[in-house]
């Protein structure tokens, strides 16, 4: 139609650009900068010190991506070790160096976490309505 465009955009990585910008991380705002790939930089954090790190590096690359996405989304060192079928104590590993890697991120997601805590109310389930209780 006339006046009107179609207008297309690509959220990739969105998550990874939320806690870059909310958490001022230098190294995920570098990254990110440099046009780089976040789970490049990510594996490399996590698993360069590997004998076959070059030889297995697209395994590695897909462990750090999955773990990227599941620990900013919250999951614990258990249910990291589900999402990327490893032992718990391999699954710690990762959680503790990711966390390591991207301290500034931690820093604002246990800030966001206590800030939330402080002020129970300001989140509510919609169960709580009283226009959305259920009457039996």
């Known amino acids: 139609r006339p006046g009107y465009a179609w207008v297309l955009a690509d959220f990739q990585q969105i998550e990874v650009v939320l806690a870059a910008y909310l958490s001022g991380d230098a190294l995920l705002i570098k990254t990110l900068e440099e046009g780089a790939?976040?789970?490049?930089?990510?594996a490399k954090a996590l698993f360069s010190d590997r004998s076959d790190?070059?030889?297995h590096y697209k395994k590695y690359?897909?462990?750090?991506?999955?773990a990227t996405f599941a620990l900013l989304y919250g999951v614990?060192?258990?249910?990291l070790a589900e999402h990327i079928s490893?032992?718990?104590?391999?699954?710690?590993?990762?959680y503790n160096?990711?966390?390591?890697t991207?301290?500034?991120?931690?820093?604002?997601?246990?800030?966001a976490w206590n800030n939330l805590m402080a002020d129970p109310d300001r989140?509510?389930?919609i169960t709580t309505r009283t226009w959305a209780q259920i009457k039996i």
């Open 37 to 42: 790939s976040i789970h490049d930089v990510t």
């Open 53 to 55: 790190f070059a030889e």
């Open 61 to 66: 690359r897909k462990l750090s991506k999955i």
């Open 76 to 79: 614990g060192i258990k249910q």
């Open 86 to 94: 490893v032992p718990v104590t391999e699954s710690s590993m990762i």
């Open 97 to 100: 160096r990711f966390w390591d």
């Open 102 to 111: 991207y301290d500034a991120t931690l820093t604002a997601c246990r800030n």
């Open 123 to 125: 989140i509510r389930s």
